[in-house]
């Protein structure tokens, strides 16, 4: 079965960047979509960004759009989130989960069927 395992958190300043790695053990491309998701303190999970391994297309939560950029590298087998102007409320556990239904619907985070451990991002100055 896969395994997601993300990498890149940690402490930054608001307004600085941090990318996201999510390295799959085997193909993404068994998966139809892989999202990022991030539970910030006391607050719901909720959806991020997803790709979709069919078309390539992409799907942002309005409060990330035009800072985060999901994309991928088949390749290496690894899902990226690149995020720019961070902001404190951008604070959470993010987690990269994937899923081989064709017809899941973003940002659905039960459709999702693997998940990684998830690591922190803090905003902070």
């Known amino acids: 079965q896969l395994q997601l395992v993300e990498s890149g958190g940690g402490l930054v300043q608001p307004g600085r960047s941090l990318r996201l790695s999510c390295a799959a053990s085997?193909?993404?491309?068994?998966?139809?979509?892989i999202g990022w998701f991030r539970r910030a303190p006391g607050k719901e999970r909720e959806g991020v960004s997803c790709?979709?391994?069919?078309?390539?297309?992409?799907d942002y939560a309005d409060s990330v759009k035009g800072r985060f950029t999901i994309s991928r590298d088949v390749a290496k087998n690894t899902v990226y989130l690149a995020m720019n102007s961070l902001r404190p409320e951008d604070t959470a556990v993010y987690y990269c989960a994937a899923t081989a239904y064709p017809n899941y619907v973003w940002p659905d985070a039960l459709g999702m069927e693997i998940w990684g451990e998830g690591i922190l991002v803090t905003v902070s100055s």
């Open positions: 790709i979709s391994n069919d078309d390539g297309s992409t």
């Open positions: 085997r193909s993404i491309l068994d998966y139809y979509n």
